[in-house]
């Protein structure tokens, strides 16, 4: 139980391109899923919270208008990085709240050109 | 703002001996506490989760919780060499976990040498 995927697994895009990155609870409902980011030899950092059928909020220093995060149903969030530019090229992470703790997708891999 | 902290290593420690990692937190009112293993270019892994003060085993691993130190720690016995990874630790605020992000440490690179 408790398994989140994200899709696409890698991605590789032109500078100034947007990219839209899904994740996805599979076997339970989540009301609230996590975005964080993750640069190499760098801990995970929490980029947003995204609450179902409301406003996601963002952590201090991330622009919501440029990673733009939809929660529109209760196993479905997406991260659409928009106007890519290779300094953000990362790991993307994304989580799902379960009954204990979060519940990790598999990560997306993001290389800007 | 929370920090964690962890030795970022890496901790070397030969196969079959005890792997102590420690972490430390900033948030005295951080209340769910959780070790996470992750392999490089993979997404974190859930290992342990401790909410009070005391030891908190689970087959080779025992988590370790001190509020008063604000210090928490992962103990792993009978290391393999399956066990090399970044051990990440993860702390929140409210109890239960899960409802707000955590906040993760720089992880620390442990190495099992066979």
């Known amino acids: 139980g408790a398994v989140v995927s994200q899709h696409p697994s890698r991605v590789i895009c032109k500078s100034g391109t947007s990219v839209k990155i899904e994740c996805r609870s599979l076997d339970f409902q989540a009301t609230t899923m996590f975005w964080y980011r993750q640069f190499p030899k760098q801990s995970l950092m929490l980029m947003a919270t995204?609450?179902?059928?409301?406003?996601?909020?963002?952590e201090q220093g991330v622009e919501k208008d440029k990673f733009l995060i939809n929660h529109a149903s209760l196993t479905l969030s997406t991260l659409t990085v928009t106007s890519a530019h290779p300094e953000d090229s990362s790991f993307y992470i994304c989580s799902a709240r379960g009954w204990e703790t979060q519940y990790f997708g598999p990560g997306t891999r993001l290389l800007v050109l | 703002q929370k920090e964690v902290e962890q030795n970022s290593g890496p901790l070397s420690v030969p196969e079959g001996a005890i792997a102590s990692l420690n972490c430390t937190y900033s948030d005295r009112g951080s209340q769910s506490f959780f070790w996470y293993r992750q392999y490089s270019g993979k997404s974190p892994e859930l290992i342990m989760s401790?909410?009070?003060?005391g030891d908190k085993e689970d087959g080779r691993f025992t988590a370790q919780l001190n509020k008063a130190s604000q210090y928490v720690s992962l103990l792993i016995r009978d290391s393999q060499p399956s066990d090399s990874a970044t051990y990440l630790c993860?702390?929140?605020?409210?109890?239960?976990?899960?409802?707000?992000?955590?906040?993760f440490g720089k992880g620390t690179h442990l190495i099992i040498q066979p």
């Open positions: 993860a702390v929140n605020d409210l109890s239960g976990g899960g409802a707000d992000g955590l906040t």
């Open positions: 995204s609450n179902e059928g409301s406003k996601a909020t963002y």
């Open positions: 401790i909410y009070s003060n």
